[in-house]
């Protein structure tokens, strides 16, 4: 039984409000399953996708919150 985890940041929409589409993400949970079907022969029925939406503040990238890297990275 498979079980994939999908995480994308909610960067570009309004706090609380989701990032991806309810159809966006019956895209990837289909695509996904159909990946999984197509390599490794798992049954859709056995697959398993969650998708899990991260607040901009609960990621970080090169040892630091995203926006203090990005503010870092930018050209001055």
């Known amino acids: 039984m498979p079980i994939v985890t999908i995480q994308v940041t909610r960067e570009g929409s309004a706090p609380?409000?989701?990032s991806v589409t309810a159809e966006e993400k019956a895209s990837l949970i289909a695509g996904?399953?159909?990946l999984l079907l197509d390599?490794?022969?798992k049954p859709l029925d056995s697959t398993?996708?969650?998708i899990e939406e991260v607040e901009l503040e609960n990621w970080g990238w090169?040892?630091?919150?995203v926006a203090e890297f990005r503010k870092q990275r930018r050209p001055r």
């Open 39 to 41: 390599v490794l022969h």
């Open 48 to 50: 398993f996708v969650v």
């Open 16 to 18: 609380g409000r989701s």
């Open 32 to 34: 996904v399953s159909q």
């Open 62 to 65: 090169g040892g630091l919150p």
